[in-house]
């Protein structure tokens, strides 16, 4: 059965650093493409960064220079590093296979002073 928990939110300040993991069970993040979506109150769920099976990354632009995803295969784990995190940042945040499937339950990061 395919899983995925997200974990790692929480409260930062404006300029401050966060690390999300998505622990994945069900299948191996190895040469599998993943992404990295976020939702924040009142809008869609947007795409924020994407890994392919290799190792071509994209990032949506207001994140890009911010943000690095990545995985650890040994781990079986995606991550997200965020840097410089702004306000507008503030969101759930979700991984998830691609294409896309089931959603987990989502990581909060609330970026504040």
């Known amino acids: 059965q395919v899983q995925l928990v997200e974990s790692g939110g929480g409260l930062v300040q404006p300029g401050g650093s966060l690390t999300l993991s998505c622990a994945a069970s069900g299948f191996f993040v190895a040469g599998k493409a993943m992404v990295w979506y976020r939702q924040a109150p009142g809008k869609q769920r947007e795409l924020v960064a994407s890994?392919?099976?290799?190792?071509?990354?994209y990032y949506y632009d207001l994140v890009e220079g911010r943000f690095t995803i990545s995985r650890d295969n040994a781990k079986n784990t995606l991550y997200l590093q965020m840097n410089s995190l702004k306000p507008e940042d503030t969101a759930v945040y979700y991984c998830?296979?691609?294409?896309?499937?089931?959603w987990g339950q989502g990581t909060q990061v609330t970026v504040s002073s």
């Open positions: 890994i392919t099976s290799g190792t071509n990354t």
């Open positions: 998830n296979t691609y294409p896309i499937g089931a």
